[in-house]
């Protein structure tokens, strides 16, 4: 059945098929999540907000904390810092959320003829969108404390590109996992605690020996976090071969982790 092809052009062609339906589960994702509140969807511009506003209490008041080679402004750690959190953050929704995807929507698996593989995407988009969120409120607090961005904000879109494959990619190949093996959640709980302090967002890659520094770019978000960080708050341009290379292997990545998806999907029923 087509349903069940796993060739590139069906990977695109299944999201682009249920496009209406990607819209609204998104939709309904990012409002559930609010549901019942006070402030509803204002939370996630708060949340963001106060996140900021406290990264920058305690690491230029508290830490008295200096980014390498940067002025001695109070504000610029927490701006410095703050877009590296923002790939963070999406990063660990995504893989923390994708094990659970299915089996949470059990109902339809077993009795709904659904696109599954939509699942796992809804939820990439929905992280999403609170990043976008986020990156709306460190312009407004880099406006207000400093200026006008740098000119290469225009390339933050070109970085997250291929981003979104990377994780369409993970969030497929954890979904179907975390179906078959209940025990993959908890795991990728404790690894992303790990993988936070292994990760460029609190200080600069190059302040590694450069015997380590390797390791470091083993970290599949390092490469983001640091390009992200270059184009929004020092002005520089992204790293074209580095950029490329990124594209292609996070595209390679989408089709991969969607092979995967679809090629063990036929047992969910089964498992759940």
Not at 227 to 243: I, K, N, S, T
Request: proline share 6%; aromatic share 16%; net charge positive.
């Amino acid at each position: 059945m087509q349903h069940f092809l796993a060739n590139p052009k069906e990977m695109y062609g299944s999201l682009w098929r249920h496009r209406d339906l990607i819209v609204a589960s998104v939709k309904r994702d990012v409002l559930g999540r609010y549901r019942g509140s006070a402030l509803g969807l204002l939370w996630s511009f708060l949340n963001p907000l106060l996140m900021l506003a406290v990264y920058t209490f305690v690491f230029s008041n508290i830490f008295k904390s200096r980014w390498p080679g940067s002025t001695d402004s109070k504000s610029e750690f927490a701006l410095v810092l703050f877009p590296g959190l923002i790939i963070f953050s999406i990063f660990s929704e995504c893989i923390n959320r994708a094990p659970g995807v299915i089996v949470v929507h059990a109902n339809y698996v077993k009795k709904v003829v659904f696109p599954l593989e939509i699942l796992p995407f809804v939820s990439v988009i929905s992280a999403m969108f609170h990043g976008a969120i986020s990156f709306f409120v460190w312009v407004v607090a880099y406006v207000f404390l400093v200026g006008v961005p740098p000119a290469t904000v225009i390339y933050f879109p070109l970085i997250m590109l291929p981003f979104l494959f990377f994780l369409m990619g993970l969030s497929w190949f954890l979904a179907s996992l975390g179906v078959y093996l209940r025990d993959v959640a908890q795991l990728i709980g404790m690894a992303t605690a790990v993988l936070m302090f292994l990760s460029p967002v609190f200080y600069p890659a190059a302040s590694l020996p450069e015997e380590y520094r390797y390791l470091l770019y083993l970290n599949p978000i390092t490469l983001v976090v640091e390009q992200v960080r270059a184009v929004l708050y020092f002005g520089a341009q992204p790293d074209a071969d580095l950029l490329t290379v990124y594209i292609v292997s996070s595209a390679l990545a989408a089709w991969l982790g969607f092979l995967w998806f679809q090629k063990t999907r036929r047992g969910f029923a089964d498992v759940l």
